[in-house]
């Protein structure tokens, strides 16, 4: 499938935000999480962690990369942290981010808190940038703040 050139779907941003919502939802509740998608700005879910019993505020940002976009970093803008801490403080919850990214054959999921998030990658003046690249990639399997878990996928047949 490599030299077919994919046009996305017009709806492909809204669905790829359900599916990674939903995605990491399902994570969570298969790790004994209580959780709930929920509809507010700033938070996708609210989860308790059910070893430490911490209420978890999760955003979470998804992107859908094609052949050639792989590697690029997550641009996470200044005002989604203002938001998450406006949600989270409504809710006694702590800030987490899921960020989900769909590159190639693999989806990768990265589950961190709002502070350690901002401890590797400070906001700019405008935006913190979730890095991609393979070197970050291995960094964060060994951070311990971070929960990592992908998925390889392939299609052999389509139209």
């Not at 994570?27 to 209580?34: A, I, P, V």
């Not at 709930?36 to 059910?50: E, F, K, Q, S, Y």
């Not at 942290?81 to 693999?106: R, T």
């Not at 808190?113 to 399997?141: C, Q, R």
Request: proline share 3%; glycine share 6%; aromatic share 14%.
């Amino acid at each position: 499938m490599s030299n077919l050139k994919i046009e996305k779907s017009s709806r492909h941003s809204k669905i790829t935000g359900d599916f990674s919502e939903h995605l990491i939802l399902y994570w969570l509740s298969k790790y004994g999480f209580e959780c709930a998608r929920v509809d507010h700005v700033g938070i996708d879910l609210i989860a308790r962690n059910p070893t430490t019993k911490e209420f978890m505020g999760i955003s979470v940002k998804s992107r859908s990369r094609n052949e050639g976009k792989d590697g690029q970093y997550v641009s996470l803008p200044k005002d989604n942290f203002e938001k998450i801490d406006m949600a989270c403080e409504a809710f006694g919850c702590v800030p987490y981010f899921a960020i989900v990214v769909d590159e190639l054959s693999k989806i990768h999921c990265f589950i961190l808190s709002k502070e350690h998030l901002l401890d590797i990658f400070p906001i700019g003046k405008s935006v913190s940038a979730w890095k991609m690249s393979n070197t970050w990639l291995e960094k964060y399997k060994t951070d311990s703040e971070i929960k990592y878990f992908s998925f390889e996928h392939s299609t052999s047949k389509w139209w």
